[in-house]
Structure formats: C-alpha cells, structure tokens
C-alpha cells in the first residue's frame, strides 16, 4: 500500500494533468485560432459531433464559419448558409425559396417540411443519413407536397415517390435547364451542333469602358520594358514570361501587382497573393474564394492542399499550397496550362485519368496545335471552370468571365448543362449524358447508355394540348356553321 | 363584421407609423384597403403602361414568365409576386399573394376555406371585397379577399392562349381570381 505522501503526489499530478487536458481541450474548442494551429487542432478535432459531407470538410475545424453564433439556434446556422449559398440560390431562380414557406397559405405544408431553414434538410455531421447532395432527409421529400401530382399531369402516374429528384427531371432549387418550356424550346436537337465553341473571354474590351478599372495603375498600353527596380529584378526568365502575356500588352507591369502599398521593405510584395489578383479579377476571386480550391483561405485557414483532399490525388503534389499562381503559374500566367496540366497535376481520379481518352481532350489537342479555332478544343476548364456572360460592375457591357468556383456546376450536374454542354451539345444528349453515371466517370468516352424521358414527355405533352386545341377550335367552327 | 382594432403601439413596432401617438387605430379592414389600394394601382399601372403598351400597342418587347431567358418583361403576375417576396424577405407583419379559381399555375388556387369562400364571392360581385377570418398553423389572420379584374388586352390574350389555362375565354373588365392579403391577429 502507497504511504499518504505518496498518494497525495498522485492526486497533484491528476489535478496537473486534468487542469492540463481541460485547458488544452477548452483552448482547442474556444480560441478562434485554434483552426490554423497545429498544436490545438488535434484538440478541436475531438469536438468534431460526425464526418463532415464533401462541402465543408476543408473547413471543418473552422467550426465559427457556420456558428458564428453558437447560441443563436436554428435563425444564426441559417445566416451563415446564406452568407456562402445565399447568392448562388439567387442565381439559381430557387425553384423553393423561403418565401414558398413563409406564405400564411402554405403552414399546413411548412409543418411537414420547414424548408425556411436549409438545415431541416442538409444537417452537418451525420453521415449515417446523408444522401447525395448532402440531404440528410428521407427520400420521399417531394411527396408531402406534390403526392398529388398524376392529378395535374396523368403521364406522371405510378411514378416512385423518389424519382422526381433523382430520374435526370427535376431538381429542388435549380430548374434553369429542366423546366418544362426549356425542354419544348430544345425539342429534338441534334447530338451536336453545327458550331461547337464556348465563348471568348472579353476582359480587354470590357475593362476599356469599364469606370471602376484602375487605369492609372495598369494604363491599358502594352508594357515593353519592366519596371520592377534593377536590384530585384532577378530572373530574366520571368520578364521573358511576363512580355508574353495578356499583362504586359494589357498595360500591367511588374509594379501593377508587386508594389505594396507602404514604404519601405513592404514597398514591393515579392509574391503577391490573391487579394492583389482581384484588383482587377474580383469576381474570379470571389468564385474561387467560394469554391474548394480557396474556402480555407476564405475562412483564414492556411491555403488548400491536395493533401488535405479527400479525392485521390498524385502523392508529389500533395503538399502544394493553391493560390492563383498555383494554377496559372508566375509571370507567365498561362489559361492554356492552367486549363489542363495544373488540373491533372494533382487530381488523380478515375474521371480526370479517362480525359485523354475522350473526344474532348482530342478537341483540346487540334485547338493547341492551332488545327482548330479557339474555344473549340475541350478542357477540364471548359467543364469546370466555365465562361460565363456577366454584366461588368459600373457599366452596361457584358463580361464573358470564367466562373473560378469549380463546384458551382457540379452538384447536381444538370447545373452545367446551359453553360457547358449545350455550347456543343443538343439540350436531349446533354441530359442523357449527364444522367449516365458510368459514362460520365470514363470522362464521356463514348454515347449516352441512359436515356431520360422528360423531353419525350414534353413533345407527348404538348401534341396532345394541339389536338385538344384544334378539337375546340373544329367544334367551335361546326357550331358557327350550323348557326 | 367585427372590426378588430390594431394598437398603434402594435404598428409602430412592426414599422408602419414610426412613433405615432398610442391613440391611434387602424382597424385591420382599413389596413388592408390601403395596402391593397396601392397594389391594385402598381398593379394596373404597370399591365397598362408597361406590359399591355410596349407588348401589345407598340410590339417593340413581349412579357414573358421567363423574361431573362427570352430577354422579355416579367410578367404582371409575377411583378406581384416578386414584390410579395420582398416584403415577405422584410418579415413585415402581413403577406399577399394572387390567387384564382382559374390559374395557370395550379398551386395558386384557393387552398383554405376562407380563399374558396372569398374567390367564389368575388366572382359573382366584382365590386366588394370579401372579408374572414381564419387559423393557419397556429397563428389567427384576418383574411381579405379583392377582386382581380383583367384591365388590358394583354390580361386575357395571355391567359386565354397559355397551354396551362384551365379557361380561355375571359373578357376584359371580368374577374380573372383575387388579391388575398393577411394580417396576423393580435
């Protein structure tokens, strides 16, 4: 048996070692820091209640992100959804937006499912009931309030209660490709169309008539000799880089993006990171911000790596940090290489490693060898990091940038039927394709197996509605005669 | 009818008279007739001077349920509705919405008894409102229900010709469905 003064070390060193452990976890779990600290990270890991979903796990020890208000309920968790979703369901033409809900009307059918609130049907951390596209619902959502739905639309009858959100037909918030007079627009195009090219990109011509673009700064002259001071001027290789780009004959020198803001040592920023970029590339800024390749650094998180993915990734690349340059390259910024190589330089998934088999990578290749136009030539960007028309901040021109967040048509990928696929594509063929898991994963190497019957249905729909027309209008005739 | 009495204080603070005197009262009927007084003027203004002039008179743009993609005019049903939505986004202490006994758009027909009660009324007498009261979820609402007339060619060509018009034979001047709007009793 222990002597008393024995005894008594024991218990001063649990009380240590508990005021030690409590400490260290209160510190992980309260310091706001502790997500970009590697020593408290451990400890904030240990308050993580379940497996993140896809969407947030890069964040996932930023736990003020999405509770900012840890006492606040269900209204705080709803404010910092909308603060990264709120403006792309805007965009989107939310097909259940919350006024749907909200309306006195419909109270019997926001007490079943209170869709006010995104978190009644994506809840954090509950893998066990998460389905696709993070609902953590189960799947007859749309029966509560469209059980009825054969009534209005008899080709609808018999219908399982989970193929409406699941058959290629329609989605809960994002209908712009799906709606039913978008279909009888698009009825029976050709698999592809005569002119297959995506947009050209316009910023020179935009930024010309655009007021808010820093004209003193970057004079919209092209740049012959560099302006960065002689003793830090160290590579000639990377002027050689510049006096290539869109940069120098754009009126964007080395001082355009390395001159700091303060005097002294900061006078010139030697590598300067995206905050500099979006002087001029905001809103590719903002996308990339809110896509996975920049969330961490959006939520003051230390930069994306591929080793932090949870998607295979080729082991040299792992401890890469993303920023703009990361894709794009110094100096040289290269879309071409940024479109291609600095995607497969990392990502080593099934889908990615089918590319160079695929009729688009052939595409790609004839547009680099200058055997094709541009934008005719298919590349991972032409998918995932789309050009889109946007209208320039200040004036009435539009804008054909590229949209830098490379999840926002991903999920669900009907998303990227109207700005991708049917550049080249008819409406029809782009369904199918996209609905046909397996063909999608081998990068569209070959035809569309699936076959989604919602434009068939539209063409049946409104054949239909014609010969009751003419019926009408033929009895209506006959009585007039009669008469 | 009962004509409810809504404290000024009960206003002030959902915003609508700022610091007005504790005397005042707005009876619910009165507040829905100024609200909807301003609705049904917006309302015919823009079918008017905007949708039925430039679509109809001049044919220089159509009005279009999907106005971004064919770069058309909202339509006026939806100009209402987008404003319903915004005042509904303000949290103010009442909502409005078009309903109609013969919509394009199935979910707008009367759901409670009180909608099918007031577009039945407004129907046969086009002239006087329709006013009740009700329970949705667990919140008490009066309910007034108003006319919604076709002011223009361009009400009834659209909906006599829309593929999901359950009528096609309205007449201008004709009741085409009603205003509902709510306030939630005290």
Not at chain 1, 171 to 186: G, V
Not at chain 1, 333 to 338: H, V
Not at chain 2, 46 to 61: A, G
């Amino acid at each position: 048996m222990a002597n008393p003064a024995g005894r008594k070390i024991y218990w001063i060193l649990w009380g240590v070692l508990s005021m030690g452990v409590g400490g260290y976890l209160t510190a992980g779990l309260l310091m706001k820091s502790a997500a970009g600290n590697p020593w408290l990270q451990p400890a904030r890991t240990m308050f993580l209640p379940g497996k993140t979903t896809h969407g947030h796990y890069q964040i996932e020890l930023a736990c003020e992100s999405c509770h900012a208000n840890p006492f606040g309920g269900r209204d705080a968790l709803q404010e910092s959804c909308e603060r990264c979703h709120g403006q792309e369901l805007k965009d989107a033409v939310d097909k259940h937006p919350r006024s749907k809900f909200t309306d006195p009307r419909n109270a019997e059918l926001a007490e079943k499912l209170d869709a006010t609130m995104c978190v009644t049907c994506h809840v954090e951390h509950r893998p066990e009931i998460t389905l696709t596209m993070g609902v953590t619902l189960a799947g007859d959502f749309c029966a509560h309030c469209h059980k009825d739905i054969a009534e209005d639309r008899p080709s609808h009858k018999g219908m399982a209660f989970n193929t409406c959100n699941s058959a290629g037909c329609h989605k809960f918030h994002d209908n712009r490709a799906l709606y039913e007079d978008f279909l009888a627009k698009h009825l029976n195009e050709p698999a592809h169309h005569p002119r297959q090219q995506i947009p050209a990109r316009n910023f020179r011509e935009v930024a010309a008539a655009w007021p808010g673009y820093p004209v003193d700064r970057f004079p919209l002259k092209p740049q012959t000799a560099a302006d960065a001071p002689a003793d830090l001027m160290q590579s000639r290789e990377a002027v050689a880089d510049w006096l290539a780009t869109a940069h120098a004959t754009g009126g964007v020198n080395c001082s355009g993006c390395h001159k700091g803001e303060k005097d002294g040592a900061e006078a010139w920023v030697k590598r300067p990171d995206h905050k500099v970029c979006a002087t001029c590339h905001e809103s590719e800024t903002k996308g990339w911000l809110t896509g996975k390749h920049g969330m961490r650094l959006a939520e003051g998180l230390a930069p994306m790596t591929p080793g932090r993915a949870r998607q295979p990734m080729h082991a040299e690349a792992l401890d890469k940090e993303l920023s703009c340059t990361s894709c794009h390259g110094a100096h040289r910024f290269d879309t071409k290489k940024a479109a291609v190589e600095a995607c497969v330089g990392c990502h080593r998934d099934r889908h990615t490693e089918a590319y160079e088999r695929s009729s688009h990578y052939t595409l790609w290749k004839k547009e680099l060898a200058g055997e094709a136009p541009a934008g005719s030539g298919v590349s991972c960007a032409s998918c995932h990091l789309p050009r889109e028309e946007h209208r320039a901040p200040g004036t009435d021109a539009k804008r054909v940038l590229v949209q830098h967040n490379q999840n926002d048509n991903l999920r669900p990928n009907e998303k990227m039927i109207r700005p991708v696929c049917m550049s080249c594509h008819g409406l029809g063929y782009s369904i199918d394709a996209l609905a046909d898991a397996k063909l999608t994963l081998e990068n569209f190497a070959g035809k569309p197996g699936a076959h989604v019957k919602s434009l068939d249905m539209v063409a049946q729909r409104l054949k239909e509605l014609e010969e009751k027309r003419s019926k009408k209008s033929g009895s209506k005739a006959s009585a007039d005669e009669r008469r | 009818m009962k004509t409810s009495k809504v404290l000024a204080a009960v206003m002030a603070a959902a915003g609508f008279v700022g610091a007005a005197p504790t005397h005042a009262q707005v009876s619910y009927k009165d507040m829905a007739d100024a609200l909807h007084a301003v609705m049904e003027s917006d309302r015919t203004v823009y079918t008017r001077m905007v949708v039925n002039r430039l679509q109809n008179e001049e044919k220089v743009i159509k009005a279009s349920e999907h106005f971004k993609d064919d770069k058309a005019l909202p339509l006026p049903a939806q100009m209402f509705r987008f404003g319903a939505e915004m005042v509904a986004e303000k949290k103010m202490p009442f909502s409005y919405s078009l309903q109609s006994l013969w919509p394009v758009n199935k979910q707008n027909l009367p759901k409670t008894a009180v909608e099918k009660k007031g577009l039945d009324a407004v129907a046969k007498d086009n002239t006087k409102p329709f006013y009740g009261e009700e329970t949705l979820g667990k919140t008490k609402y009066f309910t007034a229900i108003y006319a919604d007339k076709a002011v223009a060619q361009a009400c009834i060509t659209c909906h006599n010709e829309h593929k999901d018009s359950p009528k096609t034979d309205f007449k201008i001047g004709q009741t085409m469905g009603g205003v509902v709007i709510r306030i939630p009793m005290k």
